[in-house]
C-alpha cells in the first residue's frame, strides 16, 4: 500500500521584522503519502510559502524535523544533502524567473540529469525529448531559448525539470496560479496523470480555495505559521470549522448565471 | 445616456521590424453608470483597451478607429473624467511623498481647491476607502502599508476628482482572495453610491460575473461576446466562451482526485 513520503514534525522558524518576531512557522506537523496531494491554503503572510521552503531545505528550520521517506533531512548538511535534493523538488509561481532565460529548453531539463549524474550521457538528448513529451510538449521544442516559448509552455519545461529526477515529493508553489484559465485545467490534469503513473506526493501551495477542492486529497489552514484546521480537502471545504477556513471560502469569487 | 461609445477600435504596437496586432475591430458601448467587466486572457488585448480608452498607448502604437464621448463636453481628461486602478498599486504611488498629499493632489488639481480644502477632501476619501485618517494612515508613505491599503489609497487617488469612468486593470490579482474580496466591496459600493461607470479588467471569470451588469470577452485581440451577465454565461454563443466556462473550477466543481 501506500506510505509516508514526507513527514513533518514541531517545525518551527521565526523571523525578526523591525524590532519584534514573527512566527512564519509555528509547532507545525503534517504528513504526505505517496500518490498524494496535501494543499497548504492561507492568506498573504500566512507563512505557507516559508513551510515550503523549509520543507526544500532552502531554509533552516529553528527547531523540528523533515523526514523524506525515512532519512531526515534536517540533519544534513553540504554534499549529503545536495546527493538527497534529486529526491524532492519544486516548481515555482513564475517560471520565467525560475528558468534562466538565455538557456535553451534543453539546457534547462538536462540540467538535473547532469547534476544528479542520471542516465548515460550519450543517452542524455533522448531522456530530454521523453521528460519533454510526458509533459505534453514535443521534443523538437529543446533547442528553442526559454524566452522564445509562450508562458504555458515555459511552466511545461519547469515541471519536465523537475520530475527529470524522478523526485518521490515535488512542492508546488503556487505554480497554476500565472497560467491562463483555460490551460489550468490541462496543467492539472497533467499533474494528476504525473502522480498515478509514477506515485509522486504533491505538497501544493495555494490561496485559491476552489483549485484546492478539486486538486488535492488533503488540506492544512494555516495561519500566523499554525495549521488551524486540516483534513480530508473535501470535507473541511465543504464544512469548514475555522474562522479562517470560513473567510477564505466565502472569499471565493462564485461564477453567477442569474 | 450613452458615457463612451467604441467603434471598429484596432490597435498595433510596432516595433523594429514588425507590427504586431492587439485589438482587431472592437465595438460597443458603456452607459453612465454601467458596470461592464471585462474578461480575457494573457494576450487578449484587454489591458491594450484600457490604455486605449485613456489614451495611455505608448508612442509605438498605432490607432484605428474612433472613441467617442457623447457623455462628456469635449475630449475626456485623465484624473479628471476617467480614474484607473492597476495591478500594482506600489506602481501608481510616488514612493517619496505622504499618501494623504497624493491624494489631495488629485483633488487640488481636478476640482480647483486651496490646499486645504484639498487635504480635507482627501481626508474624506480616506475613510471612504476604509483607511481612517485618524489612524495616522494621511502621513503614511506608500512603503509602510500593505499591498491591499496601498490599493486602497490607489482607488482614492483614482476616485478623488469624481471621474464618471473608473477603470480597474487586474485590480486585485496581486491581493490573496481575502483581501481582494474586501477591495471588491469597496469598489462595488463606491460604484453603486454614485453615477461611477465601471470597467473592471479581469482574467477571472467567475469574478467578472460578480462585479458586472455586462461581460465583454475577449480573445486574441477581439470581441468575441458581449451581453448581460446572465447572457454571456448562462448561454455562450462561442466556442471559445464555452470553452472558458467548462473549464472554470469553481466550489461546486467536481474534485478530480478521490481521497481515501
Known amino acids: 500500500m501506500t506510505g509516508i513520503v514526507l513527514s513533518v514534525a514541531g517545525l518551527c522558524k521565526t523571523f525578526t521584522r523591525g524590532s519584534g518576531l514573527v512566527a512564519a512557522a509555528d509547532n507545525v506537523s503534517f504528513c504526505v503519502k505517496s500518490g498524494e496531494t496535501l494543499a497548504l491554503c492561507g492568506p498573504s503572510g500566512s507563512g505557507k510559502s516559508t513551510i515550503a521552503r523549509l520543507v526544500m531545505r532552502l531554509l533552516d528550520p529553528d527547531s523540528g524535523r523533515i523526514v523524506l521517506g525515512g532519512q531526515d533531512l534536517t540533519a544534513l548538511r553540504g554534499e549529503a544533502l545536495r546527493r538527497q535534493r534529486s529526491r524532492f523538488q519544486m516548481v515555482f509561481q513564475d517560471s520565467t524567473a525560475a528558468l534562466n532565460p538565455r538557456a535553451t529548453v534543453y539546457d534547462a531539463v538536462a540540467a538535473p540529469l547532469r547534476i544528479h549524474n542520471i542516465g548515460r550521457r550519450t543517452d542524455r538528448a533522448c531522456n530530454v525529448g521523453k521528460l519533454l513529451e510526458q509533459v505534453g510538449l514535443s521534443a523538437d521544442l529543446s533547442a528553442r531559448a526559454i524566452h522564445e516559448i509562450s508562458g504555458g509552455q515555459r511552466q511545461r519545461v519547469a515541471i519536465a525539470r523537475a520530475l527529470a529526477s524522478k523526485p518521490d515529493l515535488v512542492v508546488l508553489d503556487e505554480s497554476l496560479s500565472a497560467i491562463d484559465p483555460s490551460l489550468r485545467l490541462d496543467v492539472l490534469r497533467l499533474f494528476l496523470d504525473l502522480q498515478q503513473r509514477r506515485s509522486i506526493a504533491f505538497l501544493f501551495i495555494s490561496h485559491d480555495v476552489a483549485l484546492v477542492r478539486a486538486f488535492a486529497h488533503k488540506v492544512a489552514f494555516i495561519e500566523h505559521g499554525k495549521i488551524v484546521e486540516q483534513g480530508r480537502a473535501v470535507d473541511v471545504i465543504d464544512q469548514p470549522q475555522s474562522a479562517l477556513a470560513r473567510a477564505m471560502i466565502a472569499a471565493v469569487p462564485r461564477l453567477k448565471e442569474l | ?260
Not at chain 2, 490604455?51 to 474612433?66: C, F, H, Y
Not at chain 2, 485618524?134 to 508613505?141: C, L, V
Open chain 2, 1 to 260: 445616456m450613452t458615457l463612451l461609445s467604441i467603434r471598429n477600435l484596432s490597435v498595433q504596437y510596432h516595433n523594429a521590424n514588425e507590427s504586431i496586432p492587439a485589438l482587431k475591430g472592437v465595438g460597443f458601448e458603456m452607459q453612465a453608470g454601467e458596470k461592464l467587466a471585462v474578461v480575457g486572457e494573457s494576450g487578449s488585448g484587454k489591458s491594450t483597451l484600457a490604455l486605449t480608452i485613456g489614451n495611455l498607448l505608448p508612442a509605438q502604437a498605432s490607432v484605428d478607429g474612433s472613441i467617442d464621448w457623447p457623455g462628456l463636453d469635449g475630449i475626456p481628461k485623465n484624473g479628471r473624467d476617467v480614474g484607473f486602478i492597476f495591478q500594482d498599486p506600489g506602481g501608481s504611488l510616488d514612493p517619496l511623498a505622504h499618501v494623504g498629499t497624493q491624494i489631495a493632489a488629485v483633488a487640488q488639481y481636478h476640482l480647483h481647491l486651496t490646499r486645504w480644502q484639498a487635504r480635507e477632501q482627501a481626508q474624506l476619501l480616506l475613510a471612504n476607502v476604509g483607511l481612517d485618517p485618524q489612524s495616522g494612515f494621511f502621513d503614511a508613505y506608500p512603503h509602510q502599508l500593505s499591498g491591499g491599503q496601498r490599493q486602497r489609497v490607489a482607488i482614492a487617488c483614482a476616485i478623488a476628482a469624481r471621474p464618471k469612468l473608473l477603470i480597474a486593470d487586474e485590480a486585485t490579482s496581486a491581493l490573496d482572495t481575502l483581501i481582494q474580496a474586501d477591495i471588491l466591496l469597496l469598489i462595488a459600493k463606491l460604484v453603486a453610491d454614485t453615477d461611477l461607470a465601471l470597467l473592471f479588467i479581469t482574467h477571472d471569470l467567475a469574478l467578472a460575473s460578480e462585479m458586472g451588469d455586462r461581460m465583454a470577452v475577449f480573445q486574441s485581440g477581439k470581441l468575441v461576446e458581449i451581453g448581460s451577465i446572465a447572457a454571456v454565461v448562462g448561454n455562450p454563443g462561442t466556442p471559445y466562451v464555452k470553452r472558458l466556462i467548462a473549464s472554470h473550477i469553481g466550489l461546486l466543481s467536481p474534485p478530480l482526485v478521490t481521497s481515501a
